[in-house]
T-cell receptor, first 114, second 112 residues
């Protein structure tokens, strides 16, 4: 079984400040890790993913995430946020087999303020 | 390519009514998924189809049925809608494990 915990339901931050959205996972097998973003009244779109290799993953819109196997974490970071980054962010874990299902966290609402 | 499309975009039902949510993808993906999204609960998997001809229950299947009509289409049916099924429903598809899961725009369902 696999699970994802996003510890922060809401993160307020000022524009141009750095931000970190936290994600911890548990899984009994090797995993794939994803971050998705959802803008208001839209579907989810992929920000970045970790499959293997380098533990630092770069995605779209200046976001990056670091896979830490010992701490079972995959935190999302951006050095300087913009108003347009206001959205909900979901961490997800998946593995091979079992229909290749993804298990999603409960989401973190990032609110960027002027 | 249209990606993943869903119909309808909005629907209001009365308790006990039935309806089918439609989903289609034009990316030749093998696997398709139905999720529901509720405030504070993230996305929960209702049913999935790992490949054409197969369907399996996800985390919250009660009250729903699915049909994988062909490789492109995967429908979700509510036989007797209940207020607890008020939610936003997303369809998604992907090629295989590790690949990006692509989402449709969602169907907003209100059951009175």
């Amino acid at each position: 079984a696999q699970s994802v915990t996003q510890l922060d339901s809401q993160v307020p931050v000022f524009e141009e400040a750095p931000v970190e959205l936290r994600c911890n996972y548990s899984s009994s097998v090797s995993v794939y890790l994803f971050w998705y973003v959802q803008y208001p009244n839209q579907g989810l779109q992929l920000l970045l993913k970790y499959l293997s290799g380098s533990t630092l993953v770069k995605g779209i819109n200046g976001f990056e995430a670091e896979f830490n196997k010992s701490q079972t974490s995959f935190h999302l970071r951006k050095p300087s946020v913009h108003i347009s980054d206001t959205a909900e962010y979901f961490c997800a874990v998946g593995g091979t087999g079992g229909g290749n299902k993804l298990t999603f966290g409960t989401g973190t609402q990032l609110k960027v303020e002027l | 390519n249209a990606g993943v499309t869903q119909t309808p975009k909005f629907q209001v039902l009365k308790t006990g009514q039935s309806m089918t949510l439609q989903c289609a993808q034009d990316m030749n993906h093998n696997s398709m998924y139905w999720y529901r999204q509720d405030p504070g609960m993230g996305l929960r998997l209702i049913y999935y189809s790992a490949s054409e001809g197969t369907t399996d229950k996800g985390e919250v299947p009660n009250g729903y049925n699915v049909s994988r009509l062909n490789k492109r289409e995967f429908s979700l049916r509510l036989e007797s809608a209940a207020p607890s099924q008020t939610s936003v429903y997303f369809c998604a598809s992907r090629t295989s494990a590790g690949e990006t899961q692509y989402f449709g725009p969602g169907t907003r369902l209100l059951v009175l």
